[in-house]
Each structure stands twice: as structure tokens, then as C-alpha cells.
């Protein structure tokens, strides 16, 4: 929402957003905390949650991490399978976030590997992406 449109609100008033610090993009990570249809290791998953804190940290001044539940049917076992998820957030500008899409795939895709996932979500201004653990090849 723009200062512009909260200001509907306060027609006869100052906007109290006005001058205020705005960021209208969001940047996430889903950190899953299984290894195939197992629990991982809290040290396996502690260990991608600051790693992913830390980046987001150094490339747009913070982060937030919120805990969520997720789930996906396992072709394996026949099962659905429940897992905690961990998000963690940051908001910055448009243009900040869109130099660092390649390093937060390449940070995705790390994850992958090191928790033997298919693939790990990752979220840029509203839209979900699911990183895969092997890059795909493109046949020209």
C-alpha cells in the first residue's frame, strides 16, 4: 500500500506514514526440515536457517523468520508427509532484490543438495519459485 492510498483514510489529517521508510518487496526462503520423508537433524536445519539469515542480513540490513507448516504426498512411501517449514524474509526495493535473484537461487539450490530434497521454494515480490536440486539442462 502507497502513502497515496493511505491517505484516503486521513483526508482532514497528515498521513502518520508520511516520511516513514517503505519497502514493498519481499525476499524468502523455505527451509524444510526433512531428508527425504525423515526428520533432519536439528544441526542440518539450524545451520541452513542462519545461513539464510545471515544473506539476507548482509544484502538488505535483516531479516525475519516465521515457522509454517507444509506438506507434499511422497510417491515413495504413499504417504502425505507433514514437515515444519521456516521462512525467512526480508524486504527491500525492487532493484536491490533483482541482483540478488541469481545468488538466492544458487543459496536455494545448496539447500536442496545438502537436505536431499527435489527442490526448495523460494519467494520473490509474491511469486513462488521452486529451486531444483540439480540445474537443469536446457537442449538447444
Do not use: C
Request: charged content about 25%; glycine content about 6%.
Amino acid at each position: 500500500m502507497n502513502t497515496a492510498s493511505v491517505s484516503e483514510f486521513y483526508p482532514h489529517k497528515k498521513n502518520p506514514l508520511q516520511g516513514l521508510v517503505s519497502k514493498a518487496e519481499r525476499v524468502a526462503v523455505y527451509i524444510p526440515t526433512t531428508m527425504h520423508d525423515q526428520p533432519a537433524s536439528e544441526q542440518v536445519v539450524a545451520y541452513q536457517r542462519e545461513k539464510v539469515a545471515e544473506m539476507l542480513s548482509r544484502w538488505f540490513g535483516g531479516f525475519t523468520e516465521i515457522t509454517g507448516m507444509g506438506g507434499w504426498y511422497s510417491e515413495q512411501t504413499g504417504k502425505l508427509i507433514r514437515e515444519t517449514v521456516y521462512i525467512v524474509y526480508a524486504v527491500a526495493e525492487a532493484k536491490a532484490i533483482k541482483r540478488i535473484i541469481p545468488r538466492l537461487v544458487e543459496v536455494a539450490r545448496s539447500i536442496a543438495v545438502a537436505m536431499e530434497q527435489e527442490a526448495v521454494a523460494i519467494e520473490v515480490s509474491g511469486e513462488t519459485y521452486f529451486v531444483p536440486a540439480v540445474e537443469e539442462m536446457i537442449e538447444l
